[in-house]
């Protein structure tokens, strides 16, 4: 009698039976040495906190998880050899990419080869979606889409004559190209294409040339916060102001930082932040912070919302057969910390989410665009420089 007790026993109590069956392997690379390491950080704190969370929910079908971290030491080169090691020698049930595009082209020719499913968290580079992909499903924003909402602002706004530069990075340059191909569809006159500038450019004088001849009324820039600065700079000393002024970089607390008070009224993008009203936010980011003392970034949500992905279409399949799972994956429509989940079924391409826009108001970081996200209503015109007034603290 003995057995069937304990049988019984383990179907109605669940952390027994999570503790008692063999787990589920969930394996991904992460960089943990080498130069990615600090910016990959946040993803491996990500994951291993969905994998508390997971788990004290009881695991998947009733198993616990078990999550498999390989180090990449940052060489995107190892990460095809690496999710061959974690099916074959960790016997990785499922499997979550690693940090950036590079790396996950890899990882997705190695789930692709064994048949496995694969959440690309990281891997928001246009060339990580390949013709033909049946198990690798994209959860990261896609590059090509970040161009979208100053693009839409500007129409909104009445500014048809664009400025569009980027840094002369392949991020960068993937989401100016396609924004200045997005404008000409649109109607709008992109000036003949993207402009590029190094990374470390200090003096944006020749470009402000350049859109002043263009007659640009709004400034589109794709690139980093100090990039952003500098601009900012040039503007003040040749007292020049577009009408709408969008840099990237512009969203990052640390462009405020850089040009104080002259931040104001410029608007950057943001794919991730902790104050976001997305599904289970308010919760990852609270119990992130306690854990880590520090709030979460882009990264560490990417690591959160891929076990979120992955525990959603589990519990729909009710199974870890990976045929199962790829249809289930292809067609679900869900929410993660990171916003919505839904795939055009001909490219693979992630539809469900795209970057905010955020507005520096008042020295403050707001977010002004989508609707949904919104803290504050946008202000345009850019102010120019001698209608500027200084703020209160």
Known sequence: MRAPLLALLLALVPGVACAQAAPVVVGAAVSQTGQLADLAAGYRKGLLLWQDHVNAAGGLLGRRVELRLL??????????????????????????????????????????????????????????LRAGHRYVFQLAVPYATYGMSALGLARRAGYRR?????????????????????????????????????????????????????RAEAWIAFG???????????????????????????????????????AEQAIGLSAYEPFFPTSGNAYFAKAFAARWSSAPGLAAAEGYAAGQL????????????????????????????LGGYKLDPASGEQLGTRPALVQILKGRREVVWPDALATAMWRLPYPRWQDRKILQE
Not at 98 to 117: D, L, N, Q, T
Not at 320 to 333: G, P, Y
């Open 162 to 214: 664009l400025f569009i530069l980027a840094r002369d990075d392949p991020a960068s340059r993937e989401m100016a190209e396609q924004a200045a191909e997005d404008a000409v569809k649109q109607g709008l006159n992109a000036g003949g294409g993207a402009q590029v500038y190094g990374p470390g450019t200090s003096d944006f004088v020749s470009l402000v040339e350049m859109a002043k001849a263009a």
């Open 310 to 337: 992955l525990q959603e279409a589990v519990l729909r399949a009710g199974t870890l057969d990976q045929e199962t799972l790829r249809e289930t994956l292809a067609a679900l429509h869900t929410e993660t910390v």
């Open 71 to 128: 180090d990449d030491h940052s060489e995107a080169s190892t990460a095809e050899q690496m999710y061959a090691r974690l099916l074959r020698d960790h016997g990785a049930d499922l499997l979550i990419g690693p940090f950036g595009s590079a790396a996950s082209r890899g990882a997705a020719a190695a789930a692709e080869r064994a048949h496995r499913i694969l959440i690309n968290a990281t891997g928001a580079a246009r060339s990580v």
């Open 224 to 262: 980093a916060a100090l990039d952003a600065a500098e601009m900012v700079k040039t503007f003040k000393r040749l007292n020049y102001a577009p009408r709408l002024f969008f840099a990237q970089g512009a969203a990052d607390p640390r462009f405020v930082a850089l040009v104080g008070q002259d």
